[in-house]
T-cell receptor, first 112, second 118 residues
Framework: QKEVEQDPGPLSVPEGAIVSLNCTYS??????FMWYRQYSRKGPELLMY????GNKEDGRFTAQVDKSSKYISLFIRDSQPSDSATYLC????????????FGQGTRLTINP | GAVVSQHPSWVICKSGTSVKIECRSL??????MFWYRQFPKQSLMLMAT?????????EQGVEKDKFLINHASLTLSTLTVTSAHPEDSSFYIC??????????????FGPGTRLTVL
């Protein structure tokens, strides 16, 4: 069993829809949770960073962490074609940004 | 935000040759950098952790004599793939550790280097 599970998709939605992306994990020691966006043939770009359980909002993006269920989510409101990318969840045990463990990534397409 | 660059962005080489990839932090000093490789439609796999002025720490299964890492300054880490073979063809991505209060202690990634070994 992988430490971090993420549905690879592909996921295709119409422009303006609310997108929900999810990851589950098995290691209860994870405390720091991140979402990265990666465009084709580019490096990942940090979108959201959260510590422990709770919600965090930044513009059209909301990250949720439920440590009791070992489940994290990223919501994208008013989705745009420019949001089309692969979204990777990542998590770590220590704050030292050491040993990020990534999910497989979900490939998202927003259709105009 | 923190900017990390990589050079070259794309390289093709013949089997048996060595290739050097540079990773630079442009507007900050990075005491710790990381090297990942990513195969098509797969996630990032950590290869090694590079600390300025000391030897890199390699992940299990990564050949340290094949993937040479040098972190000689606070803004530059290099990965040299020695005696490259076609199975080394991949997308290599570096990241740098950033202590950024709004974002916490996390990693910012370079744009990646696509290596093709013929």
């Amino acid at each position: 069993q992988k430490e971090v599970e993420q549905d690879p998709g592909p996921l295709s939605v119409p422009e303006g829809a609310i997108v929900s992306l999810n990851c589950t994990y098995s290691n209860s020691a994870f405390q720091y949770f991140m979402w990265y966006r990666q465009y084709s043939r580019k490096g990942p770009e940090l979108l959201m960073y959260t510590y422990s359980s709770g919600n965090k909002e930044d513009g059209r993006f909301t990250a949720q962490v439920d440590k009791s269920s070992k489940y994290i989510s990223l919501f994208i409101r008013d989705s745009q074609p420019s949001d089309s990318a692969t979204y990777l969840c990542a998590m770590s045990v220590n704050q030292g940004a050491q040993k990020l463990v990534f999910g497989q990534g979900t490939r998202l397409t927003i259709n105009p | 935000g923190a900017v990390v660059s990589q050079h070259p962005s794309w390289v093709i080489c013949k089997s048996g040759t060595s290739v050097k990839i540079e990773c630079r932090s442009l507007d900050f000093q990075a005491t710790t950098m990381f090297w990942y490789r990513q195969f098509p439609k797969q996630s990032l796999m950590l290869m090694a952790t590079s600390n300025e002025g000391s030897k890199a720490t390699y992940e299990q299964g990564v050949e340290k004599d094949k993937f040479l890492i040098n972190h000689a300054s606070l803004t530059l880490s290099t990965l040299t793939v020695t005696s490259a073979h076609p199975e080394d063809s991949s997308f290599y991505i570096c990241s740098a550790r950033v202590l950024d209060p709004p974002s916490g202690d996390t990693q910012y990634f370079g744009p990646g280097t696509r290596l093709t070994v013929l």
